[in-house]
């Protein structure tokens, strides 16, 4: 068996190593040896709470859907939300509007 790490990106197992680097044939990340010992990244709300895959959150001001006229009120709420890396990072979907992306700092935990 392997001793390598699965891929942090879609948790294959079918990891291997090439030039310092651990590969990964099924998505195509690539990550250092030591990116997988350190500590994953930590999302905070607009007060400061840990925001995890799963939370139910609300926002807390009006953000205008980007390429339409619809308006996401302060105090929606959202269940369900999934973390993601990137400028937006949490998909979710709204009710009335369907699947977007969100900042952190424009929601708090519910």
Known sequence: MSDLPPCPACASTYTYEAQGLFNCPECGHEWSANASAGASKVW????????????????????????????????????????????????????????MGLKSEFVKKS
């Open 44 to 99: 905070r709300d607009a007060n400061g709470n840990e925001l995890q895959d799963g939370d139910t959150i609300t926002v807390i001001k009006d953000l205008k859907v980007k390429g339409s006229s619809s308006v996401v009120k302060v105090g929606t709420k959202v269940k369900n939300i999934r973390l993601v890396e990137g400028d937006h990072d949490i998909d979710c979907k709204i009710p009335g509007i369907g699947a």
